[in-house]
């Protein structure tokens, strides 16, 4: 009669080693699109990539989400044998230069005559707009763990800096100007941190009492970046 295996058999056969995990820093992020009439509610980290929509530059509109778009594995959750701890938690926000449905593309900074000069003044008042308003919630399993407003309060740690402009009176009224704008601020920090289990529900919220359009009546791009060390069984 054959054997059937043992448990001493599974774990001399198993490919992750119980005795030990694997720790390496890295971010856990996520981005939409951030249509131009607005929303009351967006829910991040719950569209893995192979779902959804993109908004990553160079991706064709209406396509899924890609690694570009997000590292999420699993909807809502962390896969078994990971975590997660949180240390800081960042909303990167890009202004846009098309109201296409479902696409997102880059705010040119640097633009030419009066009339290009008001739409970089556009895409600077959807920063403000957007960052002065809204509400971040990280909720895990039924339970509320951080509220914070206004989105102001979760800078992002990386941008492009450089603002500056050049005006000119010649007979052609020709005007040059670049621009450039973000939320600036000590970084939100957890403290203490906070981890995510595998298999345990999360997500995170960006809320607002009323849609908040863009000023400039493009669509834009927002993510939620956290910040940390993610823990995996060892190999």
């Known amino acids: 009669m054959e054997r059937l295996p043992t448990a001493q058999d599974f774990n001399a056969r198993r490919v992750t080693n119980p005795s030990q995990s694997e720790v390496v820093r890295g971010r ?3 981005y939409q699109l951030y249509a131009t009439a607005g929303v009351s509610q967006m829910t991040f980290f719950a569209q893995p990539a192979g779902s959804g929509k993109t908004s990553a530059l160079g991706a064709t509109a209406g396509t899924a989400k890609t690694l570009w778009d997000t590292n999420l594995a699993m909807a809502n959750t962390l896969p078994s044998g990971a975590a997660y701890m949180i240390e800081s938690i960042e909303v990167p926000f890009w202004p846009g230069s098309v109201s296409t449905a479902d696409t997102y593309t880059l705010a040119n900074t640097s633009l030419f005559n009066a009339v290009a000069a008001a739409a970089v003044a556009g895409q600077l008042n959807d920063v403000n707009s957007f960052y ?3 509400m971040l919630e990280l909720n895990i399993l039924s339970k509320n763990y951080l509220r914070e407003t206004p989105l102001a309060a979760f800078p992002p740690k990386t941008y492009f800096d450089g ?4 005006a000119s009176n010649s007979a052609t009224t020709a ?3 670049q621009a450039n704008m973000r939320a ?3 970084p939100y920090y957890l403290e203490p941190e906070i981890t995510l289990q595998p298999a345990v529900n999360f997500e995170v919220v960006l809320k607002w009492p009323a849609a908040v359009a863009t000023p400039s009546g493009f669509n834009a ?3 939620v970046v956290m910040d940390g060390v993610f823990m995996r069984a060892s190999q």
Not at 163 to 166: L, P
């Open 28 to 30: 856990f992020y996520d």
């Open 132 to 134: 002065q308003s809204g």
């Open 163 to 166: 603002n500056f402009a050049t």
């Open 175 to 177: 005007q040059v100007t």
């Open 184 to 186: 600036s601020g000590r």
């Open 221 to 223: 791009r927002v993510g």
